[in-house]
């Protein structure tokens, strides 16, 4: 039995994917389909940010690769072991920051990792080091003392990145883990997640925070309605949007031979360097108040979806 | 084994130091009925108390492991975590599990110095009383564990752990003697773990005349509850939803 475990886990250590999710499809037991054929792979190493609005099934595509969901049909393999069927091999592997999930109230930060660290299996010496490296990494230190309870709501999740951290697990999925953190604790969270991946850590992080992903992300994958609408680099994804800048302006406005997208007030025009400045012209005659940034993610996303990811959240 | 002291500890030990409030309101109930028996009745019923008590504080902490798997569940997402780690099912239910026991202890062993100031432990019933306890903290606790996963909802948790506490203590004969029960018919007592734990304790301590058939029942019922609700949660604390 342990020769064949140890034989699976090191034949997922030889695979060049980390994971490789193909045609999998949910559909739950109210008729509701979350997912639809999502197919994408990730290299080993890389930190692949999966990125959708609320309900695109970014947490069902992460329940069912950290073992906690079936899917209706499809695979997805971690480090070469299929999910369903090897789910303890793959479990050995893994570490998962749940969506919405919190560390329990009435520990410390330090017992609340060392605990998980012990729950994993290790040694009660290596658990302790590791559990005060890591909280140490979160900039948790403060507050190593208080108990849970006590902390903010981003001090919570931290701990609980910083649990996940500790594990050294191979792969990592982390659900929305810097949602309701201030930009400082997002930054933190961003630190030690660059940490893990310098370290050689597979992650796959879902987010709706545009920024987040360009900052952390290797490739970004956009799910929207349950599909893969894109995958690849974060600077693919800039080439995909097919121009340098955007011009915002502020009310509805048409223009000849300028392609409008028109978002809630605000209609955008997509156009290269040399174009700014006419639209900006054109626009200002008219009356109109307008800006120029570079196109970014997000302009891929509306681009793909034809609105913008916060909506609605 | 490590995995489940682990959650033993962090859901018993600690919670005991740090909220030590909740040993109070577990004791209440059944310190409130003691001294009621105690001062409007008998020594034997006082006797029964003592002994209601210490299957009340086991039934009542066990069951609560209904609330306690739910919130990790549902609300702060625990078992998620804990999911994508080695730990087995089983491990973290016996976790749970010890972690009640844990946290009965201080009103179990209050319970058992008083039993043993009124005079009621001998050999006999002391290992009458250990086994009888234990098993009802495993019935009571794997059916906590067990309720609990039918529950999506957090606030629809608590009430239900507080019926079936009161239940189990007061429907059965726990509080009241089998004698009370139609003759013939005493072995309905033993359909509650509580009730049949109750009965041989009963019968150990001399208190009450339980009949053979109600003390077979009784045992069979106590062996019975601990063996199935512990298969029947190992089965229930699914680590993937379909």
């Known amino acids: 039995m342990v020769f064949i475990l140890v034989f699976k886990v090191l034949n997922g250590l030889a695979a060049v994917s980390a994971v490789v999710s193909k045609g999998v499809w949910k559909r739950y037991k109210n008729g509701v389909v979350a997912l639809r054929g999502v197919s994408f792979s990730v290299e080993r190493g890389k930190l692949v940010a999966l990125l959708g609005r609320n309900g695109a099934g970014k947490t069902t595509w992460v329940r069912i690769a950290s073992t906690q969901l079936l899917p209706t049909q499809g695979t997805v393999e971690v480090l070469g072991l299929d999910v369903v069927a090897d789910p303890w091999s793959v479990r050995e592997l893994i570490a998962t920051v749940p969506q919405e999930g919190f560390p329990l109230d009435i520990l410390t930060p330090f017992e609340f990792v060392y605990s998980y660290l012990l729950i ?104 929207h309605e349950g599909q893969v609408l894109f995958s690849g680099t974060v600077e693919g994804a800039r080439e995909a949007v097919g121009h340098e800048f955007k011009v915002e302006v502020y009310g509805d406005l048409e223009l000849e031979g300028y392609d409008a997208l028109r978002l809630g007030g605000v209609t955008v025009f997509y156009v290269d360097e040399g174009e700014v400045d006419e639209v900006l012209k054109r626009a200002m005659a008219r009356g109109y108040e307008s800006s120029v940034k570079p196109t970014s993610l997000e302009d891929l996303f509306i681009k793909l979806t034809g609105e913008r990811i916060e909506e609605g959240d | ?73 549902i609300y702060v997402k625990y078992q998620d975590l804990l999911v994508a780690t080695p730990i087995r099912p089983v491990s973290y239910v016996m976790g749970l599990s010890l972690s009640m026991l844990v946290f009965a202890s201080p009103g179990l062993a209050l319970f058992v110095v008083l039993a043993s100031l009124a005079g009621l432990m001998t050999l006999e019933f002391a290992l009458a009383l250990a086994a009888c306890t234990i098993a009802v903290w495993i019935s009571s606790s794997m059916m906590g564990f067990t309720i609990s996963t039918f529950f999506r909802v957090l606030r629809h948790v608590w009430p239900m752990a507080s019926i079936l506490s009161m239940v189990l203590s007061f429907l059965p004969p726990v509080y009241y003697p089998a004698t009370v029960l139609p003759q013939g018919f005493q072995w309905i007592g033993a359909l509650a773990p509580t009730g049949a734990a109750a009965m041989v304790l009963h019968h150990v301590a001399g208190l009450v005349e339980v009949e053979a058939v109600a003390l077979a029942a009784s045992m069979t019922s106590l062996t019975a509850y601990s063996v199935a609700l512990s298969l029947l949660s190992s089965l229930k604390a699914r680590w993937r939803e379909a």
């Open chain 2, 1 to 73: 084994m490590l995995a489940s002291l682990t959650i033993a500890w962090i859901n018993g030990v600690v919670v005991l130091r740090r909220a030590p409030l909740w040993v109070v309101s577990y004791l209440l109930m059944p310190m409130a009925l003691l001294f009621f028996f105690r001062v409007h009745g008998s020594v034997a019923m006082m006797k029964m108390a003592l002994i209601g008590g210490i299957i009340m504080v086991a039934a009542s902490n066990g069951i609560s492991l209904l609330g306690d798997a739910a919130w990790f569940r």
């Open chain 1, 120 to 223: 994993r299996g290790y040694g009660r010496s290596e658990a302790k080091k590791l559990a005060r490296e890591h909280l140490a990494l979160l900039e948790l230190e403060p507050h190593t003392k208080k108990t849970i309870g006590e902390l903010s709501g981003g001090l919570k999740r931290r701990v609980l990145v910083a649990a996940v951290l500790a594990s050294g697990a191979e792969v990592l999925f982390l659900d929305e883990p810097t949602i309701g953190l201030d930009p400082l604790a997002r930054r933190s969270v961003w630190r030690a997640l660059k940490e893990a991946k310098r370290a050689g850590g597979t992650m796959i992080l879902t987010t709706h925070y545009m920024d987040e992903a360009e900052s952390l992300a290797d490739e970004v994958v956009i799910v």
